[in-house]
């Protein structure tokens, strides 16, 4: 083989690949948008399983969590550990960086993150990449609402915006992520968030490094839940505007906290 055609063979095999990353990336989203009452349910659990299993950054030992709903959007964001390049990848692709067989993680941005797009087909992305000399940020626009040929040209855009990533000084109080829905189907927005808060309490038990969630409403309502001690018989409370509570972690028994723990979100709400 020479080497011109050793290189046009690589050139062609790469240029396969994204097509095929383009066409994973239709197909499953076009199953979540076909299918949104189970998306619905679904979605917020693969954003915080993404944010868990990115483990806390160096200096905490747990993840915090924000949920808010705009009046034209929703956000999500967490100050779990930064990005690291494959992971971010793996996000482009809509393939998964999970460690084969990790006991530690459920899955990180696998295909499981693209039923997300069931609240809209554009998701507005800012986040910090840890390269391991230093962290940069990134802002891409995933766009996923045309056809194959249209999410390809999406990848090569958000390939554009990595080069133009710019290094970060300092990342105190500033969110590891944030992904920006714009509003495409309230209905399903307001049923992730209503089975995200309902579930909460079995989170804070199956989920030990989840910290803090923070909910922020349309209408101003803002409540923050918060991991405590664990007691029988814990009851939640209903915050009102602004209005901080801690929640303690319910007792379990030990097969089922064991069995919740061992599945991955999704599929412990359907179970």
Known sequence: MSEHFLKLYAEAREAQAVKNEARHIWTKIREARGSPHDAAVRWPFELLQNAIDSGPREDRNSVDITLTDKSDSFVFEHDGAFFKTHELAALLSGGSSKEFEDP?????????????????????????????????????????????DSILQNIQHCNEAIERAMRVLTVEGAPSARFTYAHDDVAYLREGLETFRQTLPYLFVTRPLLGDVRLEFDKGTVETWQPGLSFPGCSAMRSCKSETFAFARPVLSTALSASLTQKPLAEQLQS
């Open 104 to 148: 530690k993680t459920t899955g990180r941005f696998g295909t499981g993150f693209l039923v997300t797009h069931v609240l809209a087909p554009r998701v507005q992305l800012v986040g910090l990449v840890d390269t391991g000399d230093q962290i940069e940020r990134v802002d891409l626009l995933l766009d996923r609402g045309g056809g194959e």
